[in-house]
Nanobody, 122 residues
Framework: QVQLVESGGGLVQAGGSLRLSCAASGRTVNTLPMGWVRQAPGGEREFVAA????????HYAESVKGRFTISRDNAKNTVYLQMNSLKPEDTAVYYCAADRWNRIVAVTTDYWGQGTQVTVSS
């Protein structure tokens, strides 16, 4: 069983930055890919970014490529999402996920945190 707790959300103006953190616990978490998905008001959850267990590979949604950076620190059991050049359309609840790679990218994982709200004002 994996437990995930997100933090770092907030209100920011367009063009600003935020860094989200996800603290993970569970005996196998450091062997799992991790990622971020988001859900805008009235929308479905969509993939944002994923990272392999060792941080060696990453993958991003086209909408955030070049603006967001995912990283992880396995010593701290934490994954991060650095978000720069934020846009109003990035407004969403951001969720951390830990699962098989394809399940994160396809947003079919069963392991979610509680989410953290990111609001970008224009």
């Amino acid at each position: 069983q994996v437990q995930l707790v997100e933090s770092g959300g907030g209100l920011v103006q367009a063009g600003g930055s935020l860094r989200l953190s996800c603290a993970a616990s569970g005996r196998t978490v450091n062997t799992l890919p991790m990622g971020w998905v988001r859900q805008a008001p009235g929308g479905e959850r969509e993939f944002v970014a994923a990272i392999t267990w060792d941080g060696g590979s990453t993958h991003y949604a086209e909408s955030v490529k070049g603006r967001f950076t995912i990283s992880r620190d396995n010593a701290k059991n934490t994954v991060y999402l650095q978000m720069n050049s934020l846009k109003p359309e990035d407004t969403a609840v951001y969720y951390c996920a830990a699962d098989r790679w394809n399940r994160i990218v396809a947003v079919t994982t069963d392991y979610w945190g509680q989410g953290t709200q990111v609001t970008v004002s224009s």
